[in-house]
């Protein structure tokens, strides 16, 4: 490898700012986001595991459970411990996310559109586009630590603890910038190269969850050591800091090296490439169409598998885990059952605990629909609709193919997930078949307030389609904080509560299913969607120009 | 009466037809006539309004006003049904990136109500498209190739096509001129919009320059030289004194025996004859060509560029 030199990064100050600037929004709308949801859930757990007995209880049942430690290591009885062992594996993924997006979106997308053909013929050193991309997100780690550590410490956690908690999560964005770093010079397209880094993501997150679940329980039941595999992840060493326990600073500096290896391997990589193309060649495909495809629902579900495939393998793992959970629930007494009881409508703790999880199941499909149905803004401003629409196909066609996956694939994830979760709590029951068919009745009663959600979207996209994705994003997330998993929990007065569809979802399989309800919510639905189709077919398009 | 006639014969028919966008006038009262079997070419700088007259002409946008019938039908009411009988190639070519070339023909085509399976071979032999390869890896031009091939593999009356050559190379704009010509040849319509004169003028029967949102000329290649100037260049024994004031002569320039101007064409007679008289030895005129033609109606826009340029 060649020496590299200061001409290598000519221009790279010039080009950060142009990446600051292009992310004013983007990384503020990161960091604030996810300070909100650090602070809100810190503040809900410093309220609920007030008493110390009822932080122990919760402590134990996460670190003995086999499925909890899956998704967290438990260190200790403390709220910031509990509160990280909660929320750690999604702030890091969160964080690994936004790292990854921001060095692609500044290297290999710039590449992908030939903007990086047009800066790289100006006075720019051959490096000055991979080292912009890095240092704005090796910056916005950094923002992202302070943030986090001050919306744990406004809570009332101890400060330096909070800011190894917030660098715990930042070192593995810090990771990740490293990773897509590689991954932007392997593959040509920025889906390959976020896709290969996502998957890098699963693998620390797969390595670090059979670490911690296959590690050991200390005799109190509130501390769990990490087998092996735990450290060879990312997401592993940030949480062996354990922050309100132990707190060691040491394993971030496993971090720091591993992005420095691969900011090496980067540049040696991308010395090897012509701009605008990948190390790994370019995939062959059919030269015929397949007859599944030739219409368009089957061409939105052959552009939409890949991301329902990859949620109802989510879905699936974690309806055999809450399942598996079972066994813990009906053993819970004190304030820790009342949380379950509250929210579930049933003095039964095991009832109401599969009331709440399965209503969880449907606010997660919930975000997938709205993720899946504002592709049909995309259609639009991406231009693909033009060409749709000009082959001979109706806007209600159109409309009715999305509409077509869209329900068809929340019908089919809440069954995956009933059936996942029936199978390891009829094993811990001693009921499989009983508990299977009541989990997916339960699940296929919750469809209607999921597509209330569904059919907000549809008519923000056909009615005020220039707002549609602030406010799709807006109603998903008003639904979900008015609604019976927090609203309770916030004492929102009960027509507040009463505008999320969720409230208003059956309350299987406790309570018994009673249609109104569900006509209700199908009857908005039907609403929603006739409004939609309205406007759809008189207003003009916004197609690219 | 009459109208009605021509409703069902011309593939096109747009009058006074308007499009407004918030407060800016893409179109003003345009006026398009595209006879069935021709080919329509469609002229006009950017963002003078060929775009967006076509996606009206495709119920992707609705007219603000005016009259617009295709293929006899209304085409914000009948969408889909004349869709079926007509094939479009879009400027800016916007697919799906993770599909290949191959599946998004098949795909365009059988929405549109299939193709004709010899010629979809024909065409990737032709345009030497390989259909294996996914859209994302497809140059500009091979996206326009796609499209292309995709609305050519179809056999459909009107093929309505918005600059589709722009990201093609000389040897491929040949291969679509031929494709064109063979469309023709079965009778079908095609509405060209392009930027490209040679093009234009290669392919051809009519053409209709527009020019902010208007149709500033319409007709053949015939006519719309007969309202413009003929350059002559013409070498006397005399010297032709007094040329230069005959109001039949434009932007004349003489040197000594040699002088060199224009006339309209409807002229031509009185300034021959006056031409005689100082014993020509050697004349040669010089139709307009489109490109001049083209000058001409954008001409007076240039000059005021340039002058906004200036200060």
């Known amino acids: 490898m060649r020496i590299l030199t200061a001409a290598d990064f000519t221009g790279t100050r010039r080009l950060t700012r142009l990446a600051a600037r292009r992310d004013r929004y983007t990384l503020p709308a990161w960091w604030a986001g996810l300070g909100l949801f650090v602070a809100g859930t810190t503040a809900l757990f410093v309220r609920d595991l007030a008493r110390y007995e009822d932080l122990v209880q919760e402590t134990s049942l996460v670190a003995t459970n086999a499925g909890m430690r899956l998704i967290g290591l438990t260190s200790g009885a403390s709220v910031g411990g509990y509160m990280l062992h909660r929320e750690y594996v999604t702030l890091a993924a969160l964080a690994a996310l936004m790292s990854t997006f921001a060095v692609i979106r500044h290297t290999r997308q710039n590449e992908e559109l030939g903007r990086a053909e047009m800066l790289g013929s100006t006075v720019v050193g051959r490096y000055a586009g991979l080292a912009a991309g890095v240092l704005i997100a090796v910056a916005a780690d950094v923002v992202l630590t302070v943030v986090l550590a001050g919306a744990i410490a406004v809570n009332g956690q101890p400060a330096e603890e909070a800011l190894l908690a917030g660098a715990s999560v930042g070192a593995v964005g810090l990771v990740w910038v490293g990773v897509a770093a590689v991954t932007c010079q392997l593959s040509s397209t920025t889906r390959g190269a976020t896709g290969i880094a996502a998957g890098a993501l699963g693998f620390a997150f797969a390595l670090s969850g059979i670490g911690n679940m296959i590690g050991s329980v200390d005799r109190a039941g509130l501390t769990v050591t990490s087998a092996w595999p735990a450290w060879l992840s990312p997401i592993g060493w940030g949480q062996q800091t354990r922050p309100f326990d132990e707190a060691h600073w040491w394993p971030l500096l496993f971090a720091v090296a591993a992005l420095g290896i691969l900011l090496a391997i980067a540049v040696a990589l991308a010395a090897r490439r012509d701009v605008g193309r990948g190390l790994w060649p370019e995939r062959r495909g059919r030269a015929r169409a397949s007859r599944a495809l030739l219409s368009p629902a089957g061409l939105f579900w052959r552009l939409q598998r890949s991301a329902f495939i990859g949620w109802a393998v989510a879905l699936t793992m974690f309806g055999l885990i809450f399942g598996s959970l079972t066994e813990q629930i009906q053993g819970l007494e004190g304030n820790a059952k009342d949380w379950w009881t509250q929210t579930g409508g049933t003095d039964q703790v095991v009832d109401a605990y599969q009331v709440s999880i399965i209503q969880m199941a449907g606010m997660f499909v919930a975000i997938y629909l709205v993720q899946i149905l504002l592709r049909m803004r995309v259609d639009e401003t991406g231009g693909t609709l033009e060409s749709v629409l000009a082959s001979g196909v109706t806007r209600t066609r159109w409309l009715w193919g999305h509409l077509v996956n869209a329900i068809a694939g929340c019908v089919v994830l809440m069954v995956l997930f009933a059936v996942s979760m029936g199978l390891t709590a009829g094993q811990v029951l001693g009921n499989p078949a009983t508990q299977v068919r009541e989990l997916v009745w339960a699940g296929a009663v919750q469809v209607p307030g999921i597509l209330v959600v569904g059919a907000a979207v549809v008519a923000a996209i056909c009615l005020v389609p220039r707002w549609s994705v602030p406010a799709s994003w807006g109603v998903l997330l008003t639904t979900l904080v008015v609604g019976p998993m927090f609203g309770p929990g916030l004492n929102l007065p009960s027509w507040v509560q009463d505008l999320s569809p969720f409230t208003h979802s059956p309350k299987a399989p406790a309570v018994d299913v009673t249609a109104t309800p569900v006509l209700a919510l199908t009857a908005v639905c039907l609403g929603l969607a006739a409004s939609a189709l309205v406007a759809l077919r008189r207003r003009n398009l916004a197609l690219p120009a | ?311």
């Open chain 2, 1 to 311: 009466m009459a109208r009605d006639t021509a409703l069902r014969i011309d593939a096109v028919v747009a009058s006074g037809l308007v499009k407004d966008f918030g407060t800016t006038r893409a179109l003003d009262h345009l006026d398009l006539v595209v006879h069935t079997g021709e080919v329509h070419g469609f002229l006009g700088p950017n963002g003078a309004g060929k775009t967006t007259t076509i996606r009206i002409l495709l119920g992707l946008l609705r007219a603000s006003g005016g009259r617009v019938a295709l293929l006899g039908g209304d085409p914000w009411r009948e969408t889909a049904a004349l869709h079926r009988r007509l094939a479009y190639v879009p400027g800016e070519v916007n697919l799906w990136p993770n599909l290949t070339g191959g599946e998004v023909i098949d795909l365009l085509a059988a929405l549109r109500g299939g193709l004709v399976q010899s010629r979809r071979a024909e065409l990737l032999d032709r345009f030497e498209l390989d259909p294996t390869k996914q859209i994302r890896a497809y140059s500009k031009g091979n996206r326009q190739k796609v499209a292309l091939v995709a609305a050519f593999a179809s056999d459909v009356e009107l093929y309505l096509l918005d600059e589709p050559t722009s990201g093609l190379d000389p040897l491929m704009e040949t291969v679509f001129q031929d494709v064109v010509h063979a469309v023709r040849d079965r009778g079908r319509t095609v509405l060209l919009s392009s930027h490209i004169l040679s093009e234009v003028e290669a392919l051809c029967d009519r053409v209709t320059i527009i020019r902010n949102g208007r149709a500033a000329e319409s007709g053949t290649f015939a006519e719309l030289r007969h309202l413009t100037r003929t350059t002559v260049v013409v070498e006397t024994a005399r010297p032709p004194t007094g040329l230069a004031s005959m109001t039949e002569v434009h932007d004349p320039s003489i040197d000594g025996h040699r002088a060199e101007f224009s006339v309209d064409t409807d002229d031509l007679n009185t300034v021959l004859e006056r031409l005689v008289q100082y014993d020509v030895r050697s004349l040669t005129s010089t139709p307009p060509t489109l490109e001049e033609l083209f000058l001409r109606h954008y001409g007076d826009q240039l000059e005021r560029d340039t002058v906004l340029e200036a200060v």
